[in-house]
């Protein structure tokens, strides 16, 4: 997928244009992961620009946490959660854990961990109690809540 952001330079540094906020922000290397795994999923996964929230805030236990991507059915319930990390941030056990402590209060079905060098996609599976997962994230047409068999 070809990749071509709205970038700008202001008095403060690079920024890129975020296609759900409709907005330029600080270009950081995790934005620049963040922005590209949006792209993705409105280009390749036909994600409704419209059902996606970026830097949505959850709540847990006293804290409010933030998650880097929410898709959302047309129902307004959350589908996928996904947790970007900078190019230079390895994926490991403990990114897991993070995305899971989210999904303790979101409770969606699919869940998604990037780099943007590596990406990982996975899908709560009720009967085993597990996360199962896949090799790529599928069409937004294809993803189901938990009771959807």
Known sequence: ???NPGIRENGKGREIFDLVRKKYVALTPEEWVRQ?????LVAECEVPR???GVEVVVPL???NLRADIVVYG???RPLLLAECKAATVKITRQTFMQIAGYN???HVPWLVVSNGEQ???CRFNPATVQYDFVREIP???ELKMNNEQ
């Open 1 to 3: 997928m070809e990749f």
């Open 36 to 40: 590209q795994l949006v792209h993705f």
């Open 50 to 52: 419209g059902l996606i």
């Open 61 to 63: 236990g006293k804290r």
């Open 74 to 76: 047309r129902d307004a």
């Open 104 to 106: 303790l209060t979101l």
């Open 119 to 121: 990406l990982y996609c």
């Open 139 to 141: 069409k937004y047409s």
